[in-house]
């Protein structure tokens, strides 16, 4: 098949070896070329704007800028992109976030590796995929919440998407000088982002913050967050 015929594919994951593990095993694939590598979040988001690949693959939990964050982001500049979630959580609300935010399709680490490569053609066709376990697992729910509207509405405080690349970067233990040049602003800018958190989350602490960020799902557990 021609290069311009494949389908076109952004890798965003911040663990090199298992960035590897997946090149190696779509570079089999006869109608499937990987055309970049994110590390972060950040790098996904501009990777996407710069080489508009027609899939990419996203893992939730990654370093300066979480996945679901950056899924928005790209999701809201360039609509047309098919993100496709691999992630180590399969958490119904983490499952039911990306959904919500507009991702294609689910996987985890542990599915079958030949599921990778069905599951790209499936979005990019226009399709939703998922993990079996999780469609099995949605299909239930919905069957058991019918009519249940709002089951999965979040009641946690609305932040903006700025806000919550700072709360992420304050959560990782980065001082207001480092957030400055990761996010290109200012430090006097960095502190009120810092102050309308404490304020709206009525929080007064860095480690309070970096729990709720825990809980939230900014790092590590459960999504729980409104994105506005």
Do not use: C, W
């Not at 960035?19 to 996904?44: C, F, M, T, W, Y």
């Not at 496709?84 to 935010?101: G, Q």
């Not at 399709?105 to 790209?120: D, M, N, P, R, V």
């Not at 299909?139 to 932040?159: A, M």
């Amino acid at each position: 098949m021609n290069k311009e015929k494949r389908i076109t594919v952004l890798l965003a994951e911040d663990h090199m070896i298992v960035r590897e593990g997946l090149k190696h095993l779509l570079a089999i694939e006869h109608d499937v070329l990987v055309v970049g590598e994110a590390s972060n979040g950040h790098q996904a988001v501009a990777m996407t704007a710069k080489l508009r690949p027609d899939v990419v693959i996203m893992d939730i939990a990654m370093p300066q800028l979480n996945g679901l964050e950056a899924t928005r982001q790209i999701l809201h500049d360039i609509p047309g992109t098919r993100i496709l979630i691999l992630s180590a959580h399969s958490d119904d609300a983490y499952v039911e976030r990306v959904t919500t935010l507009g991702a294609a399709g689910y996987l985890i680490k542990q599915t079958s590796a030949h599921f990778l490569s069905e599951a790209i053609r499936e979005v990019h066709k226009g399709n939703t995929y998922f993990s079996p376990s999780i469609s099995s697992r949605r299909s239930k729910l919905k069957h058991e919440t019918l009519n249940r509207k709002g089951l999965f509405i979040s009641t946690t405080v609305p932040l903006s998407s700025r806000e919550i690349e700072v709360l992420q970067l304050i959560a990782e233990g980065e001082a207001n000088k480092q957030i400055a040049s990761a996010l290109g602003i200012s430090i006097k800018t960095v502190e009120k982002h810092r102050d309308h958190l404490m304020r709206k989350l009525d929080i007064h602490d860095t480690a309070g913050l970096t729990r709720y960020a825990i809980e939230a799902g900014i790092i590590e557990s459960s999504v729980q967050l409104t994105i506005i």
